[in-house]
Nanobody
Framework: QVTLVEFGGGLVQAGDSLRLSCVVS????????MGWFRQTPGKEREFVAA????????RNLNSVKGRFTISRDNAKNTVYLQMNSLKPEDTAVYYC???????????????????WGQGTQVTVSS
């Protein structure tokens, strides 16, 4: 069983930064593609960023490019999402997810991710 726990959400002002962390236990973290998604009430879950097993390949949602950076530390079984220049429209519950199928092929579709964290709330005030 693979368990994911997110940390680091909170209430910030527009322009501030936050770093989300997701600690994974069980399984073989270093072989997974890891992703971050977000969701607001009444909307579908949205892909934010993902990273391959080694960390040398990433994908980002266009609206967060240049502001958000995904990274991982395989020695700590942890994936991070550094969020800078936050905007009110970034307000959402953020989820991390693990794709166990292929360590190198990044997908943006949530249905391909096998395990999910419980989510952490990020609120950006204007």
């Amino acid at each position: 069983q693979v368990t994911l726990v997110e940390f680091g959400g909170g209430l910030v002002q527009a322009g501030d930064s936050l770093r989300l962390s997701c600690v994974v236990s069980g399984g073989t973290f270093s072989s997974y593609v890891m992703g971050w998604f977000r969701q607001t009430p009444g909307k579908e879950r949205e892909f934010v960023a993902a990273i391959n097993w080694s960390g040398d390949s990433t994908r980002n949602l266009n609206s967060v490019k240049g502001r958000f950076t995904i990274s991982r530390d395989n020695a700590k079984n942890t994936v991070y999402l550094q969020m800078n220049s936050l905007k009110p429209e970034d307000t959402a519950v953020y989820y991390c997810a693990a794709d166990l199928r292929s360590g190198d092929t990044i997908t943006t579709m949530d249905r391909w991710y096998d395990y999910w964290g419980q989510g952490t709330q990020v609120t950006v005030s204007s």
